[in-house]
Nanobody, 115 residues
Framework: QVQLVESGGGLVQAGGSLRLSCVVSGSIFSIATMGWYSQAPGNQRELVAR???????MYADSVKGRFTVSRDNAKNTVYLQMNSLKPEDTAVYYC?????????WGQGTQVTVSS
């Protein structure tokens, strides 16, 4: 059974950095497209960054130049390095795995950026 567990969230001042991690159990990680999504209170969940199994990446315009998504297939882990954080980045961040016709979500990790 595929499970995703995020970690690394927390409280940080504006301008600071955090690195989120998402560990995927099961044998599908190497073939999955992995995504990071954010959801602020009252808002819909939005794509922040995505990385394919081949390492191709894409980013939301709001995070380009500040966030970096990467993956370590040997550790079944995808990362989101978040630099120059802004108060508007405050949200719950979710990890998502897409493989074959399936989708799995993690439970989310809270990121709070104070001004």
């Amino acid at each position: 059974q595929v499970q995703l567990v995020e970690s690394g969230g927390g409280l940080v001042q504006a301008g600071g950095s955090l690195r989120l991690s998402c560990v995927v159990s099961g044998s599908i990680f190497s073939i999955a497209t992995m995504g990071w999504y954010s959801q602020a209170p009252g808002n819909q969940r939005e794509l922040v960054a995505r990385i394919t199994r081949g390492g191709s990446t894409m980013y939301a315009d709001s995070v380009k130049g500040r966030f970096t998504v990467s993956r370590d297939n040997a550790k079944n882990t995808v990362y989101l390095q978040m630099n120059s954080l802004k108060p508007e980045d405050t949200a719950v961040y979710y990890c998502k795995a897409d493989f074959f016709s399936n989708t799995r979500w993690g439970q989310g990790t809270q990121v709070t950026v104070s001004s």
